[in-house]
């Protein structure tokens, strides 16, 4: 970068009154915590990484270390809890501490035009937690608090904390297990984004210990039902008698008989677009899109047959994050299109990932960078 265009750059400063600028955007000290404009990804980013000895500090010292020590450790939503614990410290900071995934349900909550966060959260700690359930559309009941309360803050993605509000909306059938369960882990969440008739108490149970980065008895089940439908279409789900540790055993004898490289496994048609080796490459079989799927935990497994029928193809593209690249096209004569492209658990991509994508379809395919998002016909795997 040039030093003319260096010094266009906006500077991230400590004002003499304790607000923090960057640009045009103001943070005002602890306990306002208000930022103007809201929403600067780039300012909130560099208060979490300050440490002593940065200029920041001197703005984040203020800040309570336990409640910003809390905060970094959210998986999501990081900025709008430090903002609902600065409403009112005190009820903010024992919700956040007590019941993290209320609290996090009340941070993405904030609507994106809100001019007044403060006022906002403030309101809703003012409230009982079950009312706090009520203003957020959900069944205000105690059992539900106790459910919450059994998430600990590391399995509070912005996916299972979306997908386990869907449940206590839409009152799934499991919900009552929960309650009985010595915690709520993102594995448990996914087995509830399955079929009702896949899922049993048993594994539900074996789901409470999963770690907040893998998912293995939700990839079991998801796993073993693929492969189920692959031999039998339409038949009975005939393993609700079995443990996971069972069940594992009967994945393991799947992937046997199909063997490691996806033996037996329907091949896909030869990709639209050549890949870049270690960076954007194209999945040709049914097991590498199986694989794709556990890996990045999302269910992209089930487009294989859009695969195989031509309309559409999936990437694993491994360049600014890890993320799954499905392309679609909806005649065999029209243009290929980004349906989708998500990092791992369906988060959105980052923007060095896009951009790389961008590129490279654009030069496989001129005139396809304005199709990079479509997001009027989203498919969300």
Same mark, same amino acid.
């Given at each position: 970068?040039?030093?003319?265009?260096? @010094?266009?750059?906006?500077?991230?400063?400590?004002?003499?009154?304790?607000?923090?600028?960057?640009?045009?955007?103001?943070?005002?000290?602890?306990?306002?915590?208000?930022?103007?404009?809201? *929403?600067?990804?780039?300012?909130?980013?560099?208060?979490?990484?300050?440490?002593? *000895?940065?200029?920041?500090?001197? %703005?984040?010292?203020?800040?309570? #270390?336990?409640?910003?020590?809390?905060?970094?450790?959210?998986?999501?939503?990081?900025?709008?809890?430090?903002?609902?614990?600065?409403?009112?410290?005190?009820?903010?900071?024992?919700?956040?501490?007590?019941?993290?995934?209320?609290?996090?349900?009340?941070?993405?909550?904030?609507?994106?035009?809100?001019?007044?966060?403060?006022?906002?959260?403030?309101? %809703?700690?003012?409230?009982?937690?079950?009312?706090?359930?009520?203003?957020?559309?959900?069944?205000?009941? @105690?059992?539900?608090?106790?459910?919450?309360?059994?998430? #600990?803050?590391?399995?509070?993605?912005?996916?299972?904390?979306?997908?386990?509000?869907?449940?206590?909306?839409?009152?799934?059938?499991?919900?009552?297990?929960?309650?009985?369960?010595?915690?709520?882990?993102?594995?448990?969440?996914?087995?509830?984004?399955?079929?009702?008739?896949?899922?049993?108490?048993?594994?539900?149970?074996?789901?409470?210990?999963?770690?907040?980065?893998?998912? #293995?008895?939700?990839?079991?089940?998801?796993?073993?039902?693929? %492969?189920?439908?692959?031999?039998?279409? !339409?038949?009975?789900?005939?393993?609700?008698?079995?443990?996971?540790?069972?069940?594992?055993?009967?994945?393991?004898?799947?992937?046997?008989? =199909? !063997?490691?490289?996806?033996?037996?496994?329907?091949?896909?048609?030869?990709?639209?677009? #050549?890949?870049?080796? *270690?960076?954007?490459?194209?999945?040709?079989?049914?097991?590498?899109?199986?694989?794709?799927?556990?890996?990045?935990?999302?269910?992209?497994?089930? =487009? !294989?047959?859009?695969?195989?029928? !031509? %309309?559409? =193809?999936? =990437?694993?593209?491994?360049?600014?994050?890890?993320?799954?690249?499905?392309?679609?096209?909806?005649?065999?004569?029209?243009?290929?299109?980004?349906?989708?492209?998500?990092?791992?658990?369906?988060?959105?991509?980052?923007?060095?990932?896009?951009?790389?994508?961008?590129?490279?379809?654009?030069?496989?395919?001129?005139?396809?960078?304005?199709?990079?998002?479509?997001?009027?016909?989203?498919?969300?795997?």
């Amino acid at each position: 970068m040039s030093d003319s265009a260096s @010094a266009t750059q906006p500077t991230i400063c400590v004002r003499a009154d304790g607000c923090v600028q960057f640009g045009t955007t103001i943070i005002e000290p602890w306990p306002s915590l208000r930022m103007t404009p809201p *929403g600067n990804v780039v300012l909130s980013q560099a208060v979490f990484s300050a440490k002593p *000895g940065d200029q920041l500090w001197a %703005f984040v010292s203020h800040i309570p #270390p336990r409640l910003l020590q809390r905060a970094r450790e959210a998986p999501a939503y990081r900025w709008t809890l430090l903002e609902l614990a600065a409403a009112s410290p005190e009820r903010g900071e024992e919700l956040i501490f007590a019941c993290p995934a209320l609290a996090l349900l009340v941070a993405r909550s904030c609507p994106d035009d809100c001019e007044d966060h403060a006022g906002y959260f403030r309101d %809703f700690l003012s409230r009982s937690w079950r009312s706090m359930l009520d203003a957020l559309l959900l069944p205000a009941e @105690a059992r539900w608090i106790r459910v919450l309360r059994k998430m #600990p803050l590391a399995h509070c993605t912005e996916w299972t904390l979306e997908t386990l509000a869907k449940a206590l909306r839409e009152r799934h059938p499991h919900l009552r297990v929960l309650c009985h369960l010595p915690q709520v882990t993102c594995d448990t969440v996914a087995l509830m984004d399955l079929q009702p008739s896949l899922v049993t108490p048993r594994l539900l149970l074996a789901s409470a210990w999963s770690n907040a980065d893998a998912e #293995p008895v939700r990839w079991c089940v998801e796993t073993v039902s693929w %492969f189920r439908e692959e031999e039998m279409p !339409g038949r009975p789900w005939p393993y609700r008698g079995l443990d996971a540790a069972a069940l594992a055993r009967v994945e393991a004898r799947f992937r046997e008989l =199909y !063997g490691d490289q996806g033996e037996g496994l329907e091949t896909f048609p030869p990709p639209p677009f #050549p890949g870049i080796p *270690g960076e954007i490459m194209p999945l040709c079989d049914r097991w590498a899109l199986i694989k794709e799927g556990e890996e990045q935990r999302n269910c992209i497994a089930g =487009y !294989g047959q859009d695969v195989v029928d !031509g %309309f559409c =193809y999936v =990437y694993s593209v491994r360049v600014a994050e890890r993320a799954t690249l499905l392309l679609r096209r909806l005649e065999e004569q029209t243009p290929w299109l980004v349906w989708d492209l998500r990092a791992e658990g369906n988060q959105p991509a980052s923007e060095g990932t896009e951009t790389v994508v961008a590129d490279w379809l654009e030069a496989n395919q001129p005139g396809s960078r304005q199709n990079l998002k479509n997001y009027e016909d989203l498919d969300c795997y």
